[in-house]
């Protein structure tokens, strides 16, 4: 491994442990190399904090090594004054005289402009090193800036013979339970990691979700809801007085401190509406847990990016049927009997946006 791979992978590392807490930034790491030793690191640690530049620069014990000393840094430097000063601009008044970078920003006010800058003030710049990591590492941003939308995960629980829960028609009839409890922990871990968490009106009411983080540490999501019609009564847990929650919807439009009430075109295609509102809002990734109509609805309009699907060791022989998905299996692994799936979207597949209003 060459010497710049193992010292941006280090970079890679660092940036993981912003996971969950820079929304909407990206996760960031950096290293600060001199004479084959490592004297500053750092990782963007919160949105609205120090980018990881800055953290790194600011560990170095005696700045005047900076002037002779390589930053390797995951994601290339800001260019722009955002709720911090351009990180390019402090790399330069620093006098670092290289830089070593793993993949370019696409947020439009960035991309390219912190190279450049560096580079016209004399400074070597190498990128695209474990460039493919690098991006990865932020697809949620990087589909964000680049697709105009969240990143959409697709999350469900089966059993052995592809159903994802008994047939119910009230809520006096409990759901089948899939998780068991090390798995629920991941469900609740995955939660704490994106922005936005959604269900449609008939998850709503047979299974009164609170959609919050309660098996792991971390920040609850929003909690998103399609109900066309406002069936779902204001005393569901969803739309308890705690975080805060977004209901689409076609006949009413106000909000208070806790909920939201947005009106969308049920007659035009629903789902990029919905999307389009949320990257307004600046939510960069929404987590789809039902219901089967809803997860289908997603995967027939080619509106998604990842799908972690759970088949438990049990058989239910006749039930509302699982989804069924086409793309990359990326991950497979076996836990307690339950076998973990993680798909992703193949870039041959078409993103169709046609109608998606049957659904509802």
């Keep these: ?136 590492l932020n697809a949620v941003f990087m589909t964000f800036q680049q697709q105009k939308r969240p990143y959409i995960y697709l999350k469900w629980a089966q059993s052995a013979d592809g159903f994802i829960d008994r047939i119910r028609t009230d809520a006096s009839t409990p759901p089948v339970v899939f998780s068991s409890a090390e798995t629920r922990r991941r469900v609740h871990r995955l939660r704490s990691e994106v922005a936005a968490i959604m269900v449609g009106t008939r998850t709503a009411l047979l299974d009164d979700p609170s959609l919050t983080v309660r098996h792991w540490a971390g920040l609850s999501p929003v909690r998103i809801l399609l109900d066309r019609s406002l069936r779902v009564p204001e005393t569901a847990r969803l739309l308890k007085k705690t975080g805060r929650a977004i209901i689409f919807n076609d006949c009413r439009a106000d909000c208070d401190a806790h909920v939201t009430y947005v009106p969308i075109d049920f007659k035009q295609a629903v789902l990029p509406q919905i999307l389009h509102y949320l990257h307004e809002q600046k939510l960069n990734s929404l987590l789809v847990e039902g219901g089967a109509c809803l997860l289908n609805s997603f995967l027939e309009a080619g509106l998604w990016d990842e799908a972690r699907v759970e088949t438990a060791p049990v058989t239910l022989h006749e039930g509302v049927k699982a989804p069924r998905i086409s793309g990359i299996l990326s991950a497979s692994e076996t836990i307690d009997g339950h076998l973990l799936e993680t798909w992703r979207k193949s870039e041959k597949e078409d993103i169709r946006q046609d109608n998606h209003t049957k659904i509802l």
């Design 1 to 136: 491994m060459i010497i710049e791979e193992k010292y941006m992978l280090r970079c890679l590392e660092l940036a993981r442990h912003g996971n969950g807490y820079t929304a909407p930034n990206p996760m960031v790491g950096a290293v600060i190399v001199h004479n084959g030793k490592i004297i500053g690191e750092g990782f963007h640690r919160c949105c609205g904090e120090g980018h990881a530049e800055v953290n790194a620069i600011a560990s170095v014990r005696d700045e005047s090594l900076l002037r002779e000393s390589t930053l390797y840094v995951s994601l290339e430097p800001c260019s722009h004054y955002g709720k911090t000063p351009p990180c390019a601009e402090l790399i330069i008044r620093k006098g670092i005289p290289r830089v070593v970078v793993g993949c370019l920003d696409p947020f439009p006010e960035v991309s390219g402009r912190g190279i450049r800058m560096l580079r016209e003030a004399g400074i070597e710049v190498v990128t695209g090193v474990r460039e493919e990591e690098a991006r990865a």
